[in-house]
């Protein structure tokens, strides 16, 4: 009896894929299509694919139908609760060592899970995560949404992975199967959570670090408006994380906020000194150039480049009225 137990559990883990890749799903079949048609392109090929249908009314089960037969594919559907309980049902259903998520959004380039399997044997972590970029197949605008995303001028690199104390963001994001156990996953419904997750893994003790090669393509949203509601919600979710975590709020995340009052300082300065407003407009004038000349060395396109100043100046404000809000209704 005891020989049938052990023989069936070394059956099981010998059928068990290495990583579970885990990705919630609300209303876009179409971004899942690009994802999981990324995934059928992955030269390691040991992992599964679990996609969670968080209450949709736009099902995505076709594509799951019609990827089925290309991928270890599973398909669950369940009433809508948010992102983070999303994810954490996917890791009790996941079968492999190492859990990813990734946000339907995504694409994900060839070598994603070479370049994590040779990370983690160098460098042995129990959470990773990876950089975001634009891709040539993404519009304009979501190529400059992608950028700015990740430039030191707005965010000060601390999603594109130059930053010391990198976080893991849920769009790009694995752990153990042993830290999800010790964490108990995602916390938070929605607005952070993937924050407020990476903080407690280090203040486990565990190790968290950044896989450069690790990155994925990230499409943003489809219009400028869509794309200022999403970054509104990341400012609220910063002071969120700040009330669970104390300590967690920096001098970076209260820029966008700074920004904003900046720009509502520029009339009246204008009214009361003229010098002293085209001093302030000059200032903004050259922050966003200096956005726009970023952005053309390293995107090599004079289109990116000058739709990189609309999408800046909509994730600065967006965050910024997020964070404001947010922080205006804990203080009540």
């Given at each position: 009896m005891f020989a049938h137990v052990v023989l069936s559990l070394l059956l099981q883990s010998m059928s068990s894929p290495k990583y579970?890749?885990?990705?919630?799903?609300?209303?876009?079949?179409?971004?899942?299509?690009?994802?999981?048609?990324?995934?059928?392109?992955?030269?390691?090929?040991?992992?599964?694919?679990?996609?969670?249908?968080?209450?949709?009314?736009?099902?995505?089960?076709?594509?799951?139908?019609?990827?089925?037969?290309?991928?270890?594919?599973?398909?669950?559907?369940?009433?809508?609760?948010?992102?983070?309980?999303s994810r954490n049902f996917g890791f009790e259903k996941a079968l492999g060592q190492y859990f990813i998520v990734f946000d339907s959004d995504c694409q994900i380039p060839e070598h994603y899970l070479e370049a994590v399997e040779k990370s983690l044997k160098e460098n042995p972590l129990d959470a990773w995560g990876g950089p975001d970029r634009g891709h040539s197949n993404f519009t304009v605008l979501q190529q400059a949404m992608a950028f700015t995303m990740a430039s030191m001028l707005t965010t000060g690199g601390i999603r594109g992975g130059r930053s010391k104390n990198f976080q893991p963001r849920s769009f790009n994001m694995g752990i153990s199967r042993e830290a999800f156990q010790k964490t108990g996953g995602f916390h938070f419904?929605?607005?952070?959570?993937?924050?407020?997750?990476?903080?407690?893994?280090?203040?486990?003790?565990?190790?968290?670090?950044?896989?450069?090669?690790?990155?994925?393509?990230?499409?943003?949203?489809?219009?400028?408006?869509?794309?200022?509601?999403?970054?509104?919600?990341?400012?609220?979710?910063?002071?969120?994380?700040?009330?669970?975590h104390r300590g967690e709020i920096k001098i970076t995340h209260c820029f966008p906020s700074v920004f904003l009052l900046g720009?509502?300082?520029?009339?009246?300065?204008?009214?009361?000194?003229?010098?002293?407003?085209?001093?302030?407009?000059?200032?903004?004038?050259?922050?966003?150039?200096?956005?726009?000349?970023?952005?053309?060395?390293?995107?090599?396109?004079?289109?990116?480049?000058?739709?990189?100043?609309?999408?800046?100046?909509?994730?600065?404000?967006?965050?910024?009225?997020?964070?404001?809000?947010?922080?205006?209704?804990?203080?009540?």
């Amino acid at each position: 009896m005891f020989a049938h137990v052990v023989l069936s559990l070394l059956l099981q883990s010998m059928s068990s894929p290495k990583y579970s890749i885990i990705v919630p799903v609300y209303n876009r079949p179409q971004e899942l299509d690009d994802l999981l048609l990324s995934l059928t392109k992955q030269a390691f090929r040991d992992f599964e694919v679990l996609i969670i249908e968080d209450g949709s009314s736009v099902s995505s089960q076709p594509i799951y139908e019609k990827y089925s037969s290309q991928l270890n594919l599973n398909y669950f559907f369940k009433p809508n609760s948010g992102p983070g309980p999303s994810r954490n049902f996917g890791f009790e259903k996941a079968l492999g060592q190492y859990f990813i998520v990734f946000d339907s959004d995504c694409q994900i380039p060839e070598h994603y899970l070479e370049a994590v399997e040779k990370s983690l044997k160098e460098n042995p972590l129990d959470a990773w995560g990876g950089p975001d970029r634009g891709h040539s197949n993404f519009t304009v605008l979501q190529q400059a949404m992608a950028f700015t995303m990740a430039s030191m001028l707005t965010t000060g690199g601390i999603r594109g992975g130059r930053s010391k104390n990198f976080q893991p963001r849920s769009f790009n994001m694995g752990i153990s199967r042993e830290a999800f156990q010790k964490t108990g996953g995602f916390h938070f419904d929605r607005f952070a959570e993937d924050i407020e997750l990476s903080i407690r893994m280090k203040n486990l003790g565990l190790r968290v670090g950044l896989i450069p090669d690790a990155y994925v393509y990230h499409q943003r949203r489809a219009t400028l408006k869509d794309f200022y509601k999403q970054v509104s919600n990341f400012g609220k979710g910063r002071v969120l994380v700040g009330k669970a975590h104390r300590g967690e709020i920096k001098i970076t995340h209260c820029f966008p906020s700074v920004f904003l009052l900046g720009l509502f300082l520029i009339m009246p300065l204008m009214i009361i000194s003229t010098y002293w407003g085209l001093a302030l407009l000059s200032a903004y004038l050259i922050y966003f150039i200096a956005i726009a000349v970023e952005a053309l060395v390293q995107t090599k396109s004079i289109s990116v480049a000058m739709l990189c100043i609309p999408a800046a100046f909509v994730q600065l404000t967006g965050y910024g009225w997020g964070f404001v809000k947010q922080f205006a209704l804990i203080t009540k």
